[in-house]
């Protein structure tokens, strides 16, 4: 089979009805994981053109797509990111992907399973703070999510996933991300769930925020509106000055910033590095991290609270799952909007197990900025069509 163009280039393909699709017809559906062989490209229909820097596959072509028959890209590993924001979403280009309902629906079910997922799992993080040590929290969390993303992972890619060439740059992630979720852990055990989930919805503001002013990346007057307006929104959900004002906004706005600077770091990671490695080197790392903690304080769990943080851990990365496979399914633009049920979520919790009852603060500043997180991503969206 004849190549052409420059490494890594598009095979011509043998099937008429096929075709390679560029890389950018794929950008962000496809893991880009290596296979241990020659690397394997993922061939699409026709219609999504012909043109040479293909990506590359995950897996070699199977028996069927050697024999001529067009077949789709197979979905990433588990999302690199251990808390996903709206951000994610937006920096996914799937308006080429051909929708149809069949996979719309499923995408949306997976988006509102990961939502309950993730405000579950705060909640018993919450519950659990009054009685265990942050670190110990964090480190049982980080064993189960390392396990069960490593049961998913590892059967696939073995152990040539931690291939990298960037281990300063994963540590330096992983790191952060630690100091991130210690923020938000203290922030839950100071303030209302719903809160600390109206706050964490700023992330992808920081996020946009310092690829503009560090990464020079561009932002016109329609990202800079969806910013100003959408701090505004955390200043009316914090109301400082105000009695009610509490320390816990501080982490938790603590939080929000330092996921924004792991967003906007990770994008130049993804050139080089697999949406599998990204994610086991990370909990492999944050695993170590809180590891280092222990010595500072633990308390023997008893086996009811065992379950408890087991499941923690579970949920976790079932959410991360779930929430990759919905953006496997369907657009951006399609599920974005079903990832804020989080705060509604968060706030019956938060009713049921704890009495909060949600202030006109906090109902106004968050629908100020759910606005503008969703202003981001229709306006990353629509100009990546």
């Not at 706005?253 to 050139?271: D, F, P, W």
């Not at 010595?295 to 379950?307: E, K, R």
């Not at 629908?367 to 991503?377: C, F, K």
């Amino acid at each position: 089979m004849r190549r052409v163009g420059s490494a890594p280039s598009c095979r011509v393909s043998c099937c008429r009805e096929a075709s390679y699709a560029p890389a950018s017809a794929i950008a962000g559906w496809t893991g880009g994981s290596r296979s241990l062989g020659r690397p394997t490209y993922e061939r699409l229909p026709r219609k999504y053109g012909i043109g040479r820097n293909c990506r590359p596959a995950q897996a070699p072509l199977d028996a069927a797509a050697r024999a001529g028959e067009c077949c789709r890209a197979s979905p990433s590993d588990i999302s690199d990111r251990a808390h996903p924001t709206l951000d994610d979403l937006s920096r996914h280009d799937l308006s080429r992907r051909p929708m149809t309902s069949r996979s719309v629906l499923p995408g949306i079910l997976f988006m509102v399973g990961a939502t309950i997922m993730f405000s579950v799992g705060g909640a018993v993080s919450k519950w659990q703070l009054t009685t265990y040590p942050v670190g110990e929290i964090l480190f049982v969390r980080a064993v189960v999510s390392l396990l069960t993303v490593a049961v998913i992972i590892l059967p696939r890619s073995g152990l040539a996933v931690f291939r990298t060439n960037r281990l300063r740059d994963h540590a330096t992630r992983s790191v952060t991300q630690a100091a991130a979720q210690t923020c938000i852990m203290v922030a839950l055990g100071l303030m209302p769930l719903a809160s600390v989930i109206a706050v964490n919805f700023s992330a992808p503001l920081f996020a946009t925020l310092i690829s503009a002013l560090v990464f020079k990346e561009a932002a016109g007057r329609a990202r800079w509106a969806a910013l100003v307006a959408g701090f505004v929104g955390v200043l009316i959900v914090t109301n400082p000055g105000a009695e009610t004002f509490q320390i816990g906004f501080l982490f938790a706005i603590g939080n929000a910033l330092l996921y924004g600077v792991v967003t906007a770091g990770v994008r130049s990671m993804t050139k080089t590095e697999s949406a599998g490695t990204l994610t086991m080197w990370q909990m492999v790392m944050l695993t170590a991290i809180f590891a280092a903690a222990l010595p500072f304080g633990f308390v023997t769990p008893t086996p009811w609270d065992s379950v408890l943080m087991i499941f923690n851990g579970v949920s976790n990365a079932v959410g991360q799952y779930w929430w990759t496979r919905s953006l496997h399914l369907a657009p951006a633009g399609a599920v974005g909007p079903f990832y804020y049920l989080s705060l509604v979520w968060a706030m019956v919790i938060g009713f049921v197990v704890w009495g909060d009852i949600p202030t006109v603060h906090l109902l106004v500043g968050s629908a100020v900025v759910v606005a503008s997180g969703m202003a981001l991503l229709w306006h990353e969206s629509s100009r990546k069509r």
